[in-house]
């Protein structure tokens, strides 16, 4: 059952799944009580992530907080699925295409490469070091935040991004104060207009001036082949 607790917060898994999970909470299983607490945990904390959030101290503390292990409660259980729906209307990888096709056996992989992205993203914004920066401050236009961690790496958040022509994709680059932009990743905005990038690895925060987003090839590049449509400075 490794790859259901996910689901199962997410209120995704089939009667069947979710009542063999439910049965072992209700005995209090070890196992799966703390597995579903660090799935809540996971999903709960993706909440935090949406473009428009509390400034990034609290949300540091408040992912930090949720590492603590504690008692289980319901109310909190259906509070957090709830924050967790949120996530999932925010972020869209994939699950609202799980949730109405219910095939998760097929989607599996793609749900593991979610997670896995997911959880670096959490795992980035928990680190001490993280800096948050805003950019667009109109609305109606390409707007979001960049959090950068030198230990952990960079997750990018943006709305309203220019929609993209067909085999085309955005691709993040850290642009270094000296020498060529580098690679951090390629993305799409998923069906709410939401675009999300994590890079992880070890960052020369010092030695970056700025971030930006072209749109290049659907492979993606080794370097810009466009304008940057976004160049975010981050001093
Ligand atoms: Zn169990």
Same mark, same amino acid.
């Given at each position: 059952? #490794?790859?259901?607790?996910?689901?199962?917060?997410?209120?995704?898994?089939?009667?069947?799944?979710?009542?063999?999970?439910?049965?072992?909470?209700?005995?209090?299983?070890?196992?799966?009580?703390?597995?579903?607490?660090? &799935?809540?945990?996971?999903?709960?904390?993706?909440?935090?992530?949406?473009?428009?959030?509390?400034?990034?101290?609290?949300?540091?503390?408040?992912?930090? @907080?949720?590492?603590?292990?504690?008692?289980?409660?319901?109310?909190?259980?259906?509070?957090? &699925? @709830?924050?967790?729906?949120?996530?999932?209307?925010?972020? /869209?990888?994939?699950?609202?295409?799980?949730?109405?096709?219910?095939?998760?056996?097929?989607?599996?992989?793609?749900?593991?490469?979610?997670? +896995?992205?997911?959880?670096? @993203?959490?795992?980035?914004?928990? #680190?001490?070091?993280?800096?948050? *920066?805003?950019?667009?401050?109109?609305?109606?236009? &390409?707007?979001?935040? *960049?959090?950068?961690?030198? +230990?952990?790496?960079?997750?990018?958040?943006?709305?309203?991004?220019? #929609?993209?022509?067909? /085999?085309?994709?955005? #691709?993040?680059?850290?642009?270094?104060?000296?020498? +060529?932009?580098?690679?951090?990743?390629?993305?799409?905005? +998923?069906?709410?207009?939401?675009?999300?990038?994590?890079?992880?690895?070890?960052?020369?925060?010092?030695?970056?001036? &700025? *971030?930006?987003?072209?749109?290049?090839?659907?492979?993606?590049? =080794?370097?810009?082949?466009?304008?940057?449509?976004?160049?975010? =400075?981050?001093?």
């Amino acid at each position: 059952m #490794e790859d259901l607790y996910e689901l199962y917060v997410l209120d995704l898994l089939d009667a069947e799944q979710a009542s063999e999970i439910q049965a072992h909470l209700d005995d209090s299983c070890d196992i799966c009580t703390s597995r579903t607490y660090a &799935a809540r945990t996971l999903t709960s904390s993706l909440a935090s992530l949406a473009p428009v959030v509390e400034p990034p101290r609290k949300l540091r503390q408040r992912v930090l @907080a949720l590492a603590q292990p504690r008692k289980q409660s319901y109310d909190w259980f259906y509070a957090f &699925a @709830a924050a967790a729906v949120l996530a999932v209307l925010l972020f /869209g990888w994939g699950y609202q295409q799980l949730a109405a096709k219910r095939s998760l056996t097929i989607e599996m992989a793609e749900l593991q490469r979610e997670r +896995n992205a997911l959880r670096s @993203a959490v795992a980035i914004l928990s #680190e001490s070091d993280t800096r948050t *920066v805003q950019f667009g401050a109109n609305q109606s236009a &390409a707007h979001g935040r *960049v959090f950068v961690s030198g +230990n952990g790496g960079v997750v990018f958040v943006g709305s309203q991004l220019p #929609e993209l022509a067909a /085999g085309r994709t955005f #691709e993040l680059w850290l642009i270094p104060r000296q020498g +060529n932009p580098q690679p951090a990743g390629l993305f799409k905005a +998923n069906t709410a207009g939401v675009s999300v990038d994590v890079l992880k690895q070890p960052v020369d925060t010092a030695g970056i001036a &700025a *971030v930006a987003v072209s749109v290049e090839p659907g492979s993606g590049s =080794p370097q810009p082949t466009t304008k940057p449509i976004l160049i975010i =400075p981050l001093a």
